[in-house]
């Protein structure tokens, strides 16, 4: 039997030791930013614990190269790559700082060949597609995504697919790492914790070796989880005749999850926090995936569950919640049907964003009127925080909190009284919390660029304030789906590839002005149908204005042209929060972000529930 050798390793030991090699024959890198910010805040959760403790990211099955030290990945590479990208982002972060040096040797480093060469290699080096290329490039350059996001199409270097995905993943790094160490102390922290406690069992051995052990591990799993544990203390409390029956009971529970591609864990989470005081010596009210267990078999609270005498009734509780938790990552309402208003907070959370849950698991028991009330709400809420990067513990200590309320709402029997402490609780919780935000979220829309957010974030948002015109324009009060905004195309007024002789005449009218930096400005976008847009291409404004009037979308077609219809119109009253341009110059893109950032003002806010 072939040489088996296993190593437990910090990042920092991983990178310093060994060379990395995705061979091609390797799957390419999938993760999007759902896997990568929960990775993320995964680590963000073991070190905002302060107990000191390994974060254990599982194993990683490797078979040695020709080279010493180098290793052809087989099993693991999502994770290394993402690693290898977070080292990347923290480089460039630490700019000027003497933790350059260390990361630079844990990213590139020279080595001596069997012929006594000395070569340079980056230590993770991806051979699928361009990925090599892309990587090359990124650490080259040393800067942030937009600007990796440039040199690479400047370089000539495709980016789509896997590529795209290395790319975004580097930008969800780099925000994430501004958003929450915004200086070198909070930096040098996170770090410190990354390159000494996020560990992992190495385990080398030759190919075909290593293939039978990855296939055996996929088959029969590793290690019992606090799922695995919850399962087990449940079944101590049926009689063994009960067994099959609950084990059917609790496939319902774990099946669809995997199907969904969902972390039982987090559910589990939420699953506590949205149903349950929760009391724990921090006072924060929140369950870490490392405390689920430990909550469970809590005497007080397995009385409070009540699963020693009731172990089934307590699985169908957790199953409806799994079949609403589903059916809310859908875009689905509490009758587990497509809803407006579910589907309109999806477009803004995305597959990055599952905290809100929640919430809404808190609220399902809410008649649908309510719910459908509570969500729009919660969008508005969500809207400020997301949209000014707050970082997602700042929520979690709050949400767990507020579901209390919640459920305390959905017991009340009056549907009067039910529908005034809704209107409190949200008047209190989320309209205060926007009120403390607003001057926060007027400073991020000030700077809003194309590449302040991920670009169905931005595409999101444009929809909305394009969906709010054409409401207002049209009489309407009641939003149709949003999914007829989030389809056309993003629009630069400026164009984004545009002719030398644009670019000059832009840059001699607006010397103050840098043309690259307009073009992605907020004003400066616009939402398009795809006829129009390949019909408008790049040509100066006096050209697009006539193509524009085309437009379905009067925020869109407005810009060229207003249209006044009666006295006292709908039209006319949404005109005057719009206006047309004769030219576009800087002063131009400018004053249309205020105008945008005024409409915004007015589509994300909360409303009261009619009641009595």
Same mark, same amino acid.
């Given at each position: 039997?072939?040489?088996?050798?296993?190593?437990?390793?910090?990042?920092?030991?991983?990178?310093?030791?060994?060379?990395?090699?995705?061979?091609?024959?390797?799957?390419?890198?999938?993760?999007?930013?759902?896997?990568?910010?929960?990775?993320? !805040?995964?680590?963000?959760?073991?070190?905002?614990?302060?107990?000191?403790?390994?974060?254990?990211?599982?194993?990683?099955?490797?078979?040695?190269?020709?080279?010493? @030290? %180098?290793?052809?990945?087989?099993?693991?590479?999502?994770?290394?790559?993402?690693?290898?990208?977070?080292?990347?982002?923290?480089?460039?972060?630490?700019?000027?700082?003497?933790?350059?040096?260390?990361?630079?040797? +844990?990213?590139?480093?020279?080595? =001596?060949?069997?012929?006594?060469?000395?070569?340079?290699?980056?230590?993770?080096?991806?051979?699928?597609?361009?990925?090599?290329?892309?990587?090359?490039?990124?650490?080259?350059?040393?800067?942030?995504?937009?600007?990796?996001?440039?040199?690479?199409?400047?370089?000539?270097?495709?980016?789509?697919?896997?590529?795209?995905?290395?790319?975004?993943?580097?930008?969800?790094?780099?925000?994430?790492?501004?958003?929450?160490?915004?200086?070198?102390? @909070?930096?040098?922290? $996170?770090?410190?914790?990354?390159?000494?406690?996020?560990?992992?069992?190495?385990?080398?051995?030759?190919?075909?070796?290593?293939?039978?052990?990855?296939?055996?591990?996929?088959?029969?799993?590793?290690?019992?989880? #606090?799922?695995?544990?919850?399962?087990?203390? *449940?079944? =101590?409390?049926?009689?063994?005749?009960?067994?099959?029956?609950?084990?059917?009971?609790?496939?319902?529970?774990?099946? #669809?999850?995997?199907?969904?591609?969902?972390? /039982?864990?987090?559910?589990?989470?939420?699953?506590?926090?949205?149903?349950?005081?929760?009391?724990?010596?921090?006072?924060?009210?929140?369950?870490?995936?490392?405390?689920?267990? !430990?909550?469970?078999?809590?005497?007080?609270?397995?009385?409070?569950?009540?699963?020693?005498?009731?172990?089934?009734?307590?699985?169908?509780?957790?199953?409806?919640?799994?079949?609403?938790?589903?059916?809310?990552?859908?875009?689905?309402?509490? !009758?587990?049907?497509?809803?407006?208003?579910?589907?309109?907070?999806?477009?803004?959370?995305?597959?990055?964003?599952? &905290? %809100?849950?929640?919430?809404?698991?808190?609220?399902?028991?809410? /008649?649908? #009127?309510?719910?459908?009330?509570?969500?729009?709400?919660?969008?508005?809420?969500?809207?400020?925080?997301?949209? =000014?990067?707050?970082?997602?513990?700042?929520?979690?200590?709050?949400?767990?909190?507020?579901?209390?309320?919640?459920?305390?709402?959905?017991?009340?029997?009056? #549907?009067?009284?039910?529908?005034?402490?809704?209107?409190?609780?949200?008047?209190?919780?989320?309209?205060?919390?926007? !009120?403390?935000?607003?001057?926060?979220?007027?400073?991020?829309?000030?700077?809003?660029?194309?590449?302040?957010?991920?670009?169905?974030?931005?595409? $999101?948002?444009?929809?909305? *304030?394009?969906?709010?015109?054409?409401?207002?324009?049209?009489?309407?009060?009641?939003?149709?789906?949003?999914?007829? $905004?989030?389809?056309?195309?993003?629009?630069?007024? +400026?164009?984004?590839?545009?002719?030398?002789?644009?670019?000059?005449?832009?840059?001699?009218?607006?010397?103050?002005?840098?043309?690259?930096?307009?073009?992605?400005?907020?004003?400066? +976008? =616009?939402?398009?149908?795809? /006829?129009?847009?390949?019909?408008?291409?790049?040509?100066?404004?006096?050209?697009?204005?006539?193509?524009?009037?085309?437009? @379905?979308?009067?925020?869109?077609?407005?810009?060229?042209?207003?249209?006044?219809?009666?006295?006292?119109?709908?039209?006319?009253?949404?005109?005057?929060?719009?206006?047309?341009?004769?030219?576009?110059?800087?002063?131009?893109?400018?004053?249309?972000?205020? +105008?945008?950032?005024?409409?915004?003002?007015?589509?994300?806010?909360?409303?009261? &529930?009619?009641?009595?």
């Amino acid at each position: 039997m072939a040489k088996i050798e296993n190593y437990k390793y910090s990042i920092e030991e991983a990178f310093g030791e060994c060379f990395y090699i995705v061979p091609d024959y390797q799957r390419e890198y999938v993760w999007t930013e759902k896997e990568v910010q929960q990775l993320l !805040d995964d680590i963000n959760e073991q070190i905002d614990s302060g107990n000191g403790q390994e974060y254990f990211i599982g194993t990683v099955l490797v078979s040695p190269g020709a080279q010493k @030290k %180098h290793y052809e990945v087989i099993d693991g590479q999502q994770r290394l790559t993402t690693f290898f990208l977070l080292l990347c982002a923290l480089k460039q972060l630490f700019r000027g700082e003497p933790h350059v040096a260390a990361l630079s040797g +844990l990213i590139s480093t020279s080595y =001596t060949d069997k012929e006594g060469n000395i070569r340079a290699s980056l230590k993770l080096d991806p051979r699928y597609e361009n990925a090599s290329e892309v990587l090359r490039k990124l650490v080259e350059l040393d800067a942030d995504p937009q600007t990796v996001r440039t040199g690479v199409h400047a370089a000539g270097i495709a980016s789509f697919g896997s590529l795209e995905n290395l790319l975004s993943a580097y930008d969800t790094i780099y925000r994430f790492l501004k958003a929450n160490y915004d200086d070198v102390v @909070k930096l040098s922290k $996170y770090w410190g914790y990354l390159a000494n406690y996020v560990v992992f069992i190495q385990i080398s051995t030759d190919i075909s070796s290593a293939l039978k052990i990855f296939e055996t591990i996929n088959e029969r799993g590793i290690g019992l989880n #606090p799922m695995d544990l919850l399962k087990n203390l *449940l079944f =101590t409390h049926v009689r063994q005749e009960q067994f099959t029956d609950l084990k059917n009971e609790w496939k319902k529970v774990t099946k #669809p999850l995997e199907e969904a591609k969902e972390k /039982p864990l987090r559910f589990l989470r939420y699953f506590l926090m949205a149903n349950y005081v929760i009391r724990n010596g921090r006072g924060d009210a929140v369950v870490r995936e490392d405390e689920i267990y !430990d909550w469970f078999s809590n005497k007080q609270n397995a009385a409070v569950c009540d699963y020693v005498n009731k172990p089934f009734e307590f699985v169908r509780k957790i199953i409806r919640n799994v079949e609403n938790y589903l059916a809310f990552n859908k875009g689905c309402g509490i !009758d587990r049907q497509p809803s407006l208003a579910m589907d309109s907070l999806q477009k803004l959370c995305g597959g990055a964003f599952s &905290l %809100h849950n929640v919430l809404l698991l808190a609220a399902s028991n809410f /008649p649908k #009127p309510l719910f459908d009330h509570f969500v729009r709400q919660l969008e508005s809420f969500l809207f400020y925080y997301i949209f =000014t990067k707050t970082p997602t513990k700042d929520l979690e200590r709050s949400f767990s909190t507020w579901a209390d309320e919640i459920r305390a709402i959905s017991e009340t029997a009056d #549907p009067t009284v039910q529908g005034d402490k809704l209107n409190a609780f949200i008047t209190q919780r989320f309209q205060k919390n926007m !009120d403390d935000k607003e001057t926060e979220l007027t400073d991020a829309l000030k700077r809003y660029t194309l590449f302040s957010m991920q670009q169905y974030r931005t595409r $999101y948002f444009l929809s909305k *304030l394009t969906q709010y015109v054409d409401m207002a324009y049209k009489g309407l009060k009641v939003p149709g789906s949003l999914g007829e $905004y989030t389809v056309l195309q993003i629009e630069h007024i +400026l164009p984004n590839n545009p002719e030398i002789s644009l670019r000059a005449s832009f840059e001699e009218k607006n010397p103050h002005a840098q043309y690259d930096d307009y073009r992605n400005r907020l004003g400066n +976008l =616009t939402l398009l149908e795809k /006829p129009i847009n390949i019909v408008a291409s790049n040509n100066f404004f006096a050209n697009k204005k006539a193509v524009y009037c085309y437009s @379905k979308n009067y925020l869109t077609s407005s810009i060229a042209e207003i249209k006044t219809v009666g006295q006292n119109s709908s039209i006319n009253r949404i005109n005057e929060k719009l206006q047309a341009f004769e030219d576009w110059s800087a002063a131009s893109i400018d004053k249309r972000h205020e +105008l945008l950032m005024g409409l915004a003002r007015d589509v994300w806010r909360t409303a009261p &529930l009619a009641t009595g």
